[in-house]
């Protein structure tokens, strides 16, 4: 079994990073956490609850994935640069940018990509208390579903923090928390960025 591995795009970086996987001639997809093998990982040292950072599979794929928190100026150009690419994504809406930007979320969903909950209001969720955190869960839960239909299952805390009552709650309201293992190095120059990317894919 392969490793399925998961990307995380940081919007300044979308063109870089889409045309350096590219360029590796990596095959991108998404695979539903519901086709694939996935177990709650613990820490056996501190029973400390992990999200999901990758998946088996027998196939060399990886996720891409970006968080939509802020902003939709890129959006057009992204969604192109993607379907020329013959490429699809996860993208993390809060429900903020849901109200804010219900045409965007459309266009995503019409393209075919993934959408998945990146909370209502974008909060510290190991902050928050269960119910706090099923309520951010449930309200963009709520306005992704009554613009698009889509009952959402994937699920990324906001500054990728998380804590055992995060990783439970998710799990209690039907959501697989999904964290990254690739980031796109935002502080790296575009020469080492494009040599990480690229170790990054050797396995395959």
Known sequence: MKLFKAIHIKKKHILFAVAAIACVG???????PAATKVSLIISAKNERKL?????????????????AAWGAEDTDQLLQILADNEVKA????????VTDYPEEVKKIA?????????SSTHPHMNQLS???????LADCHKAVKDLTGIE???????????????IETSFANSYYPIQWDID????KT????????????IPF
């Open 26 to 32: 990596v095959v991108t997809c998404v695979v539903p």
């Open 51 to 67: 999200p999901i950072y990758c998946v088996e599979t027998d196939k060399p794929q990886v996720s891409i994935s970006f968080d």
């Open 90 to 97: 996860t993208f993390f809406l809060c429900g903020y940018w």
């Open 110 to 118: 019409e393209a075919g990509h993934d959408l998945g909950n990146h």
């Open 130 to 136: 269960s119910e706090q955190i099923a309520k951010e």
């Open 152 to 166: 959402m299952n994937l699920f990324r805390p906001p500054f990728g923090e998380y804590n055992n009552t995060v």
């Open 184 to 187: 796109t190095l935002e502080r």
């Open 190 to 201: 575009t020469a080492q960025k494009s040599r990480l990317l690229r170790q990054s894919f």
